[in-house]
């Protein structure tokens, strides 16, 4: 891995000091659906040089290629319902094990969706010696959400982007991937970020609030 090795000394003005830790940047994009996470992702992988993983993306990807887990998953996205927290656990361990090996951080977007895979996220990383260091909470009122995922399925042919899916997929968020939100905020790492308006304005605000944070740099800065 390339990890990055931090002194604590008397300097240091991050609010996270790494005592000589070998440490990765890990993030989580975190929001309803349609609030950006996937474009605000690309940027950060860019501007901080992480390793990207949606689970949205790899699932739609073993669907294209007709895995096993392609046509598990297959039926509950087209229902706007999630996997079941086994089957997404295993893809994750699997992509932070092989994919992001040796990468400097991750985005995690679109996991975790429950308090249950939180935990598994909490414990894999753990066991490698990680952390989830920021939650990025993407937060747009709803009505702009469901006319967003409507543009979207006209302009991308989303199958999941329908009225009727949409609006399972924006219950579903509210009963078993909202209360995320006070899990991450009592564990001190929740970062709310207004997710309407321009996409630029957005990225500076959550790489703002990431420099601050854990004291990591951009690459390019206000870009
Ligand atoms: P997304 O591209 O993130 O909007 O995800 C599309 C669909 O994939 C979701 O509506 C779910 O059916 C499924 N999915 C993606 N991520 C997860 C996850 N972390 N847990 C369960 N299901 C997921």
Redesign the pocket.
């Known amino acids: 891995m390339l990890l990055r090795k931090k002194n604590k000394s008397k300097e240091s003005t991050g609010k996270l000091t790494y005592l000589n830790e070998k440490t990765m940047l890990n993030l989580v994009l975190f929001g309803a659906?349609g609030s950006g996470?996937?474009t605000q992702s690309a940027k950060l992988i860019d501007q901080f040089g992480l390793f990207h993983i949606?689970?949205?993306?790899a699932?739609?990807d073993h669907i294209a290629r007709e895995t096993e887990l392609g046509r598990i998953?297959e039926k509950?996205?087209s229902k706007?319902?999630?996997?079941?927290?086994e089957l997404?656990v295993e893809l994750i361990e699997d992509v932070i094990d092989n994919d992001a090996k040796g990468a400097k951080g991750v985005v995690f977007?679109?996991?975790?969706?429950?308090i249950p895979?939180a935990d598994a996220l909490k414990n894999l990383l753990e066991k490698r010696g990680e952390k989830v260091n920021a939650v990025i909470g993407l937060e747009v009122p709803e009505e702009e959400l469901i006319e967003r995922l409507l543009l979207r399925g006209k302009e991308s042919g989303r199958a999941?982007d329908n009225l009727e899916t949409i609006k399972n997929?924006l219950e579903?968020y509210h009963n078993q991937t909202h209360p995320l939100k006070d899990y991450y905020v009592n564990a001190g790492s929740y970062l709310p970020i207004n997710g309407s308006g321009k996409v630029e304005e957005i990225f500076n605000e959550i790489a703002s609030g990431i420099e601050n944070a854990t004291g990591e740099k951009r690459r390019s800065p206000k870009s």
């Open positions: 659906p996470k996937g949606s689970t949205g993306e699932l739609r998953a509950y996205i706007g319902h999630l996997i079941p927290d997404i977007d679109g996991f975790p969706r429950t895979q999941d997929r579903v």
